[in-house]
């Protein structure tokens, strides 16, 4: 990845942060905190890993991407937004009862929704449906999905992941984001799901344990997972619940609360800032 491309990429990540503070603000309510923990590898599918054109958000041939921890919907339609399949404008409708941006992501309104999601567990199932399904078609396309480390505490989820190995559907990636915290705090405390990555190697992934906020990191994973054969590939990263703004970082009370007015200005000086600091780099 050249100095150039990073770049890029830190800049469109900052975007998508803001989109997340603007829909959230907009909506008082939704999920920013493992929105913004996301949304730098919502920013690298979208804008560097997945084979996808905004303006045919149908193409039979495009990447799949699955949402499977729906609530984080806020961090995806920014990326979607910024990427060009429907207007940044809109953003701050999310949640409103005239908007087609609703509270977790619809595949029947939103462009470049691949599944409609929401019931934490499901998403992952839906995603090693499609991995298969295209094998069984003989199509190329990958398949990605996002979990959140919460949501790893699904039995289906197991399921899901018993069946890629299976099927060795090597063109499907697990994205877990391990943020540490859910709704109800510590996810080790609540119910852990540790170890992680041992789990997902028993259940016959290949596993790539990175910084969820390392564009080069990321990069050499998701090169890697298109490297494998044979097996389904699971990137683990470890992130910062409500990364890019203080006072959400690390803190579970973020993980489903919308900022006021006077948080939202905060919010959005600190991301300007820091997409002033990343432009004169």
């Not at 609540?190 to 596993?207: Q, R, T």
Request: hydrophobic share 40%; aromatic share 8%.
């Amino acid at each position: 990845m050249t100095s150039s491309e990073k770049k890029q990429l830190q800049m469109e990540a900052c975007k998508v942060r803001m989109g997340v503070i603007e829909s959230t603000h907009g909506a008082k309510a939704g999920h920013p905190g493992g929105s913004l923990s996301a949304a730098d590898v919502f920013t690298y599918l979208y804008f560097k890993e997945m084979n996808i054109d905004p303006k045919n958000p149908k193409w039979e041939e495009r990447d799949r991407f699955v949402l499977s921890k729906g609530h984080t919907a806020p961090g995806l339609y920014a990326a979607l937004a910024n990427r060009g399949f429907f207007p940044v404008e809109d953003l701050p409708t999310l949640r409103h009862i005239d908007s087609y941006l609703q509270g977790h992501p619809n595949m029947n309104t939103v462009p470049g929704v691949d599944m409609s999601t929401g019931s934490l567990g499901q998403g992952v199932s839906v995603a090693v449906g499609m991995a298969l399904g295209a094998k069984y078609q003989g199509k190329t396309y990958r398949v990605y999905t996002l979990l959140g480390d919460g949501e790893i505490q699904e039995g289906q989820v197991w399921e899901a992941c018993m069946a890629a190995s299976h099927y060795k559907l090597d063109n499907l990636c697990v994205i877990v984001d391990n943020n540490g915290l859910q709704i109800d705090g510590d996810i080790a405390k609540v119910m852990s799901p540790y170890p992680i990555v041992d789990k997902l190697e028993a259940f016959g992934f290949h596993v790539e344990a990175v910084d969820g906020h390392d564009f080069e990191a990321l990069e050499a994973a998701f090169r890697k997972a298109k490297e494998v054969k044979g097996a389904p590939t699971a990137i683990v990263m470890s992130t910062t619940k409500g990364k890019g703004v203080s006072f959400m970082e690390n803190n579970a009370g973020w993980h489903g609360k919308a900022p006021n007015d006077q948080e939202y200005a905060q919010a959005m000086d600190e991301l300007k800032a820091l997409m002033a600091e990343v432009e004169g780099m």
